[in-house]
């Protein structure tokens, strides 16, 4: 699907003043092209998207990798209030979802309508997340561990020390940089969907009720087939759910 970069970060596909706006924030290690899988199932016509491409990847493979959460969800709120308008519904994926919660309460802040924040395989703030030690002893056995177990990356292709030795680096940053993040009070008022899936060791369905706590919105968890990953199997799923979550959202509006 076609992009056009407004900013390093922020990507911007469909209409340039959609109906809606979805914010995309990837998970560790991922990229705006990561993103692209949910892009094809989640715009309906007239809506638009933001994807948010980090530092240190693609074609920002020169620049320093990112060091905090905190911050790059301030530059991308900022960015977002310049180049759209109209209610935003924010959805990240695992590390994605951490940022994309701290994103959601700048916006609100600034008054932006968030109709929707989304955490997909997300343990929210207040959870145990990573320890920065840990993630610094860790070995380059232990990262292709880490790697294979939770992406869909070529194995072979991953053995050659090369293409680690570019992958490693950016999980690591995003690793700490999720490990150190020190999430601010702020409480959203918008409404939260917490997804999760069955066999993702990671994220359980208790980590997903204690969403419940970082909105006053109301809470709605879903959880389904597949792992940390499961979107890739079933892109459809996930959106569909997203989907519902805000008709009930504009179903309750119109009630009023």
């Not at 994926?93 to 940022?99: D, E, I, K, Y």
């Not at 880490?146 to 869909?152: D, G, K, M, N």
């Not at 050659?160 to 999430?183: E, F, K, Q, S, T």
């Amino acid at each position: 699907m076609k992009h056009t970069e407004l900013t390093p970060l922020l990507w911007q596909h469909g209409p340039t003043q959609g109906t809606r706006t979805y914010v995309l924030a990837p998970f560790a290690g991922g990229s705006a092209y990561s993103m692209g899988g949910w892009l094809r199932e989640l715009l309906r016509p007239g809506e638009s998207a933001l994807v948010l491409q980090y530092p240190g990847r693609g074609p920002r493979a020169a620049e320093a990798l990112p060091t905090s959460l905190g911050e790059l969800a301030v530059e991308a709120g900022r960015a977002i209030q310049r180049h759209s308008t109209g209610p935003v519904v924010v959805v990240g994926h695992s590390l994605g979802g951490v940022l994309g919660h701290a994103l959601a309460g700048h916006l609100e802040h600034a008054g932006r309508e968030v109709e929707l924040c989304v955490a997909s395989a997300a343990r929210p703030p207040s959870s145990v997340r990573l320890d920065a030690g840990q993630v610094l002893a860790m070995t380059d056995a232990q990262w292709l561990h880490e790697i294979t177990r939770y992406s869909t990356f070529d194995l072979a292709l991953l053995n050659d020390p090369a293409v680690l030795d570019l992958i490693v680096p950016v999980v690591r940053a995003d690793y700490l940089m999720l490990a150190r993040h020190v999430p601010e009070h702020r409480t959203l008022s918008c409404p939260l969907l917490a997804v999760g899936a069955a066999d993702d060791a990671w994220v359980t369905a208790e980590h997903l009720e204690i969403w419940g706590e970082h909105t006053t919105g109301g809470l709605t968890t879903r959880v389904l087939p597949g792992g940390h990953f499961y979107f890739r199997d079933d892109p459809a799923g996930v959106t569909e759910l997203i989907h519902t979550a805000l008709d009930g959202v504009r179903t309750r509006e119109e009630l009023r």
